[in-house]
């Protein structure tokens, strides 16, 4: 059975950082693409950043440029460094991985960006 558990989360102000977390356990991490989303007050939930096993990156445009994904294939962990934090950066974020046949959800990180 597949568990993500996110950490990191919390309060910051604009333009602050914060770094965010998620250990996995019941797959064999280093074969699979992570993925970090999160869902806004009022809003769907969206795709932040991807890693692919080999290291490749994807970004929400929102992001670019301010959010860095990464991961520790030996820790099981994919992380995300978050710089430049806006209001609208303000959601709970979830770490995802899809091992099929279904997808694999952590129970979420709430992440604050307020002055």
């Known amino acids: 059975q597949v568990q993500l558990v996110e950490s990191g989360g919390g309060s910051s102000q604009p333009g602050g950082s914060l770094r965010l977390s998620c250990a996995a356990s019941g797959i064999t991490f280093n074969l699979y693409r992570m993925n970090w989303y999160r869902q806004g007050p009022g809003k769907q939930r969206e795709m932040v950043a991807s890693?692919?096993?080999?290291?490749?990156?994807n970004y929400a445009e929102s992001v670019k440029g301010r959010f860095t994904i990464s991961r520790d294939n030996a820790k099981n962990t994919v992380n995300l460094q978050m710089n430049s934090l806006k209001p609208e950066d303000t959601a709970v974020y979830y770490c995802?991985?899809?091992?099929?046949?279904?997808?694999?959800w952590g129970q979420g990180t709430q992440v604050t960006v307020s002055s």
């Open positions: 995802h991985t899809y091992n099929p046949p279904r997808d694999s």
């Open positions: 890693i692919t096993y080999d290291g490749i990156t």
